[in-house]
């Protein structure tokens, strides 16, 4: 009923437990960290230099001239000038060094190194897609390690903003424009083993991937507490935190970084193209991967966007009045052209994915959609089209 | 009113009669609803407010419920989250709109302002009823637009997601344009007051502070709010006629939209905090029964601080994509305001200094403010710097910093206020020890909510979240625990006060020993505040106070009449009506 006391009382020394981290920042996971941990720490001293004595000052004053009612104060002085301009001038001196040392480190962070490594990011209500060229998306960002790594980001609808408190890094996103950011990772991700992994999948079959569940795992020094990826990466973590609806809460990713080059080719690889998996599957894949599943659920639950629960062979009802059949004409142009169609009863708000899916990622997507229709027709799209009562919806 | 027992030359303006005082001189709802009584105004506007307060802050303890738990606890369901955006938008809407901006302005200082400059009313009667009445009706409409379709915007109102999501937006800022006319109303007749209606004898440097800090915000008032006002147009605009000039779906630029609205709203966190600054610098010299120190110092960091507010805007803005020069030029802009918010902290502790301090309840809720405020001020000093603002920009570090600023500022200077002047308001006296232990509840449980949302917030822990990753949790419920704290503190004081109202012994005219002119009228003021022209002086030279112990009260001795007029000035107050 009351979990939070409970957990108060259990974890109150998990304050200072996260890996690495100290009590006030993440784990120092990029080069520009130290540096803003350093700035952070001169304005901390700098603030406690002033506030402590202050304070000191208040109360002492309290303990020594509180007195009876109506006895007379001992002074009645009202200025000093020297003194006023003391103290108006000398902190000035500070105030300018702190500016300076902030404003070093900021042009620092604003100009990224020729020849970074440049991934495209693509944010949308309520999640990311990281565009690694070739074809190849993914929602999580994938970076190697002392490695300046660009980012070059979009936005398909409101402003987002993207955070990884690791990195101390943070950039808005503004759409009808590019906003660029950079920094360069210096810890990288681990792996769990695979048989560790294996253990991982099959406990949360079924239910989507939780990221930010803590596991207990067996490792060759001792047990520790992970969260990890489907991959079996630990990862850091990648907030939205620009306000923007609903699920802003949920618009999180995770930044895995890779050891070499050549790891995050491998795994670029392992993700670029369908290779040997069925087009149904491989649809599915996409379907959790590029943000689908997002705003449309499998279920016949009404999210952000209709369900796909035996909607392919279907009439969906258009904004329009009028009916429509969905097929695999109707999928690919609500794919590439979502504005064109709106389902009654929903926002045009999804965003477009022209020049984001291959051909063939589309047809395995329609693919998968089939599959998870009762209507989808044995023979070629389009034959028949008979389920009104779905229609309605 | 025994004036039997007062020492020879002195002057003390006993108890006011029923006919006398402005409360009782004439009774009736609508010698209330008409009234052109700026004390009159000055207690309605405190009892709306109040009532603001009351609903933000219910909004406030379900946010912090909610973050019981990392999936949230007190909303739950398809809707959460949304329910969760709601409820942050309408406390941050209800607080800033509804409460902390008329706060200190409209409620004391419609009370204040013609009393402690010894004017009969303010410049226009007619005028400061009106900017009351803006405020009802644009409360009513903004409350009503708000709770009625809803708005999930957050009391920011950025585009596009303001121009694009299907709640209540044109119906809330039509509220809020109402509501800043009612605030242009009030600053406009500060400034009209302030400068024509000074009796002989008060010069700009005799005036207390309080009128220098009324003035310097009035200023901003008048300045900063038209701005928010065509924002909010436009906002409007674009909305329903695709102007194109914020949203970029029509070529627009939604960073257009930020630069607009913080030229208003930094300007406004301003208008915030001044009034505070003006309180506590009453608070600190009348309690510790010294003369300020550095007045000159801490009047022009007033007007310093309304001027330069209007150049800092960008600093909410750096990580939105601006030139590096401008960022630049605006975290250096930003560096220059914290310069005269910290002489005025260290000229209140200069003030406290050899002093003869009481502490009262009033003098409690100055020191909360100084330790608070500094806390909050000093934590600016993370969020100019660009490097670290990098990090902490729309984190809960924010969060903490202008709660710090704006509950532990200006809340806290205003129960401060309302604390002191509340025998010189409703005639009556409070109990002290309850008025005390009020306070220290307020100031834990104020801590308790908000130090521990630094740390979330340089750990990364985002703002405006309706639920959060785990490892945030701990952090999360010690905020929540300080905001039941809070909360039952400051029911507490509100009790203190109804109690008082009833129970409480009638105030004499100069509880706590001030020098400003409102203690030398009866409490409550009579209906034209004064019974003769006060005597103009230094507003901090306590060398003629006395303390009369057998009747509890402070009296002047030595009347000085030197600097009173030869005779009354001619022209009665057009709502006088021949009345004496
Ligand atoms: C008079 C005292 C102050 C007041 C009333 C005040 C008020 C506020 C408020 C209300 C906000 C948050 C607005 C929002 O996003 O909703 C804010 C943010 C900010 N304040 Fe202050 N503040 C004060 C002092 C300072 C000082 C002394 C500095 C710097 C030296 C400062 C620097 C900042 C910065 C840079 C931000 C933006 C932070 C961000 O969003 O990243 N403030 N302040
Ligand atoms: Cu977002």
């Known amino acids: 009923m009351f979990p939070a006391i409970e957990s108060l009382a259990m974890t109150f020394p998990t304050l200072l437990a996260d890996k690495n981290a100290d009590f006030w920042f993440p784990i120092q996971g990029s080069s520009f960290a130290e540096e803003v941990d350093w700035v952070y720490d001169l304005i901390l001293y700098i603030s406690l230099a002033f506030f402590v004595p202050m304070m000191a000052f208040m109360v002492w004053c309290l303990f020594k001239y509180i007195k009876a009612r109506g006895t007379k104060a001992e002074s009645q002085i009202s200025h000093h000038t020297t003194l006023e301009l003391t103290w108006s001038i000398g902190p000035s001196v500070l105030l300018v060094w702190m500016f300076v040392q902030g404003s070093i480190s900021f042009l620092d962070m604003r100009t990224p190194p020729e020849g970074s490594y440049d991934v495209g990011v693509q944010a949308f209500k309520w999640g990311w897609t990281m565009d690694y060229g070739n074809g190849t998306f993914h929602p999580e960002l994938h970076i190697v390690k002392d490695e300046p790594t660009?980012?070059?980001?979009?936005?398909?609808?409101?402003?987002?903003?993207?955070?990884v408190p690791a990195f101390r890094a943070k950039k808005d996103i503004v759409p009808g424009r590019y906003n660029y950011m950079w920094f360069k990772p210096t810890v990288a991700s681990e792996q769990i083993s695979d048989e560790a992994l294996a253990k991982l999948k099959k406990q949360s079959e079924g239910a989507?991937?939780?990221?930010?569940?803590?596991?207990?795992?067996?490792?060759?020094?001792?047990?520790?507490?992970?969260?990890?990826?489907?991959?079996?990466?630990?990862?850091?973590?990648?907030?939205?935190?620009?306000y923007c609806g609903k699920n802003h809460s949920e618009m999180q990713t995770v930044v895995v970084v890779h050891e070499t080059q050549a790891e995050l080719e491998a795994w670029i690889k392992a993700n670029s193209s369908?290779?040997?998996?069925?087009?149904?599957?491989?649809?599915?894949?996409?379907?959790?991967?590029?943000?689908?599943?997002?705003?449309?659920s499998v279920d016949g639950s009404k999210l952000v966007g209709p369900s796909f629960l035996d909607v392919y062979g279907s009439q969906h009802a258009l904004t329009t009045g009028e009916n429509q059949l969905v097929d695999e004409n109707y999928i690919r142009e609500s794919i590439l052209?979502?504005?064109a169609k709106v389902v009654a009863g929903y926002q045009p708000v999804m965003p477009s994915y022209k020049g984001q899916l291959s051909d063939d990622d589309i047809a395995s997507i329609i693919a998968y959609l089939k599959s998870i229709s009762a209507n989808a027709p044995t023979q070629p799209a389009g034959a028949e089209a008979e389920s009104d009562e779905e229609s309605a919806e | 009113m025994s004036n039997a027992t007062l020492p020879a030359?002195?002057?003390?303006?006993?108890?006011?009669?029923?006919?006398?005082?402005y409360l009782t001189n004439s009774s009736g709802i609508l010698s209330w609803m008409f009234t052109l009584d700026h004390k009159r105004i000055g207690l309605m506007y405190l009892i709306g407010v109040m009532s603001a307060f009351a609903v933000g802050g219910l909004l406030a303890l379900a946010i912090r419920l909610h973050l019981l738990d990392p999936n949230g606890w007190m909303f739950s369901g398809a809707e959460a989250n949304n329910i969760y955006n709601q409820v942050f938008t309408l406390h941050g809407a209800i607080m800033v709109f509804l409460f902390i901006i008329p706060s200190i302005p409209a409620a004391l200082g419609n009370f204040l302002v013609p009393v402690m400059l010894g004017a009969k009313d303010v410049g226009f009667p007619r005028l400061n009823l009106s900017s009351f009445y803006l405020w009802v009706f644009g409360a009513l409409f903004f409350v009503t637009a708000l709770f009625s379709s809803g708005l999930d915007t957050g009391w920011t109102f950025y585009t596009p997601y303001s121009t694009t999501t299907d709640t209540s937006v044109i119906l809330a800022t039509l509220g809020a344009f109402i509501l800043g006319f009612s605030s242009i109303f009030t600053g406009l007749n500060f400034i009209v007051t302030i400068n024509t209606m000074r009796p002989p004898g008060m010069t700009w440097f005799k005036m207390p502070l309080f009128l220098w800090a009324t003035y310097a915000t009035s200023i901003i008032q008048v300045l900063a709010t038209p701005v928010l006002g065509i924002t909010l147009l436009l906002l409007i605009a674009e909305r329903t006629m695709h102007i194109g000039i914020f949203d970029p779906e029509f070529n627009g630029d939604p960073v257009t939209y930020q630069h607009f609205f913080w030229f208003y709203s930094h300007p406004a966190v301003y208008i915030m905090i001044l009034p505070a600054f003006g309180i506590i610098s009453e608070l600190i010299s009348v309690h510790s029964h010294k003369h300020i120190f550095g007045y000159r110092f801490i009047a022009y960091s007033s007007i310093a601080i309304a001027l330069l507010g209007f150049l800092v805007w960008g600093h909410h803005m750096f990580t939105a994509g601006m030139s590096s020069l401008t960022t630049i030029v605006f975290s250096a802009l930003t560096f220059t305001v914290s310069v005269p918010s910290a002489i005025k902290v260290f000229n209140w502790?200069?003030?406290?200094?050899?002093?003869?301090?009481?502490?009262?309840?009033?003098m409690c809720y100055a020191i909360s403010f100084i330790f608070l405020f500094t806390i909050g001020g000093l934590t600016g000093l993370f969020l100019g710097t660009l490097a670290t603002d990098l990090h902490l920009h729309d984190t809960y570090f924010v969060v903490a910093h202008f709660h710090y600023v704006m509950v532990g500022g200006t809340l806290i200077a205003f129960l401060g206020g309302v604390f002191h002047w509340w025998p010189k308001m409703v005639g009556k006296l409070y109990n002290e020890t309850h008025g005390r232990i009020a306070a220290l509840l307020v100031f834990l449980g104020f801590n308790g909510t908000f130090l521990p949302q630094f740390v979330l917030g340089s750990r990364g822990m985002p703002r405006r979240y309706a639920t959060y990753d785990p490892e945030f949790a701990t952090l999360h419920q010690l905020s929540t625990f300080g905001a039941l704290l809070l909360g039952i503190g400051l029911l507490y004081a509100f009790v203190v006060l109804m109690v008082s109202l009833i129970k409480g012994r009638r105030a004499p005219a100069n509880p706590w020993g001030g020098v400003t002119l409102e203690w030398q009228c009866t409490s409550p003021p009579p209906y034209y505040n004064f019974e003769r022209p006060p005597v103009v002086g230094d507003p901090y030279d306590f060398h003629n106070l006395e303390w009369d112990a057998e009747n509890e009260r402070y009296i002047m001795t030595e009347p000085e009449r030197k600097l009173?007029?030869?005779?009354?000035?001619?022209?009665v107050p057009a709502h006088a009506g021949g009345q004496k």
């Open chain 1, 208 to 242: 989507t991937w939780d990221y930010d569940k803590v596991h207990t795992i067996e490792t060759e020094d001792g047990e520790r507490e992970l969260q990890v990826t489907p991959e079996g990466y630990t990862f850091f973590d990648l907030y939205c935190t620009e």
């Open chain 2, 564 to 571: 009173v007029p030869e005779s009354t000035p001619e022209e």
């Open chain 1, 337 to 339: 052209a979502p504005k």
């Open chain 1, 274 to 296: 369908r290779g040997d998996v069925s087009m149904e599957e491989w649809g599915e894949l996409l379907y959790a991967r590029r943000g689908c599943s997002g705003c449309h």
């Open chain 1, 150 to 163: 660009k980012l070059s980001m979009r936005s398909t609808d409101v402003i987002h903003s993207l955070f």
């Open chain 2, 9 to 21: 030359g002195a002057r003390d303006p006993g108890y006011p009669t029923e006919r006398e005082n």
């Open chain 2, 349 to 362: 502790l200069a003030t406290m200094y050899k002093g003869s301090i009481s502490l009262t309840t009033p």
